[in-house]
């Protein structure tokens, strides 16, 4: 009898006796096709890659407060403050509503054009003012690192989608019916936006994990003429759509249930 047709039927014994010490004890008959179909399979489905995390979301409620700027608009200089609130339906999907609150201030270069004339010397341009969205969420990624060769710590990034509203002022000049400068204004609006987001999450222990982000919100918002250059234009400032793209990187702490 060859080595692999001994190794075979040693492993089916073995099996057989797993498997009957786990099955209805009132049978004495096995099913040796079961006993082949599961051990000689190529894939078994029954289990994942990890079966055991160590920090797990899954059936969790989070919140989040996070803090970072504003990082691709040349107009302005900004932070944004603000939290999300969630839950993990699974380890790997779970549903978001974040809130982010922007200090938006005109930036350096903007501050230069003003300073050329009295009047104001601006380009047209809108300050962010806050961002809304509801979004899915998908963490397919889960790994561990090592800390200085002193402790394991575990982490896993995922992904975000979904939509919302950003509110935008439009930053004007503006001037009396006689003509007398009256400086700076502004008008609110509001815009939906679509979302796009990657965030990565390094858990603390099982309730606290430190969270980074970096959020793109896409949207089309009106800008308002700067300067129409006299009184009698005021009521009637020309405006124009422009496409809008808000990139934000955000660092902070989320509180998971137990």
């Known amino acids: 009898m060859k080595v692999t047709t001994i190794t075979t039927t040693i492993f089916l014994l073995l099996a057989t006796v797993s498997l009957a010490q786990t099955e209805n004890r009132g049978s ?6 079961k006993l082949e179909d599961k051990y000689f399979s190529a894939k078994d489905d029954d289990y994942g890659v990890i079966q055991n995390r160590t920090f797990s979301k899954s059936k969790k409620i989070y919140a989040s407060l996070v803090y970072g700027p504003l990082v691709n608009d040349p ?32 930036s350096d270069s903007v501050e230069n054009f003003n300073s050329l004339s009295s009047a104001g010397i601006s380009p047209d341009y809108n300050l962010l003012k806050s961002a809304m969205s509801v979004s899915a969420t998908y963490t397919p990624f889960y790994a561990k690192l090592a ?3 002193k402790s394991i710590m575990y982490f896993d990034m995922g992904f975000t989608a979904g939509l919302g509203l950003s509110t935008y002022d439009q930053i004007i000049f503006r001037r009396t019916s006689s003509g ?3 400086g700076e204004d502004k008008d609110t609006a509001t815009a939906p936006h679509f979302e796009l987001g990657v965030m990565q999450q390094l858990f603390l222990n099982n309730n606290v994990a430190f969270r980074v982000d970096v ?18 234009n005021q009521n009637a400032r020309p405006e124009f759509s422009k496409a809008g793209n808000n990139t934000t990187i955000s660092f902070g702490l989320t509180l998971f249930t137990n």
Do not use: C, P
């Open 147 to 149: 800390f200085m060769n």
């Open 215 to 232: 959020k793109n919100t896409f949207y089309t918002q009106i800008v308002k003429k700067y300067d129409v250059g006299s009184a009698g």
């Open 180 to 182: 007398t400068n009256i």
């Open 28 to 33: 004495d008959k096995v099913d040796l096709k």
């Open 75 to 106: 107009f302005s200089k900004s932070r944004a403050l603000g939290g999300m609130l969630g839950y993990y339906f699974t380890e790997d999907f779970g549903v978001e509503y974040s809130y982010l609150t922007y200090d938006s201030k005109k």
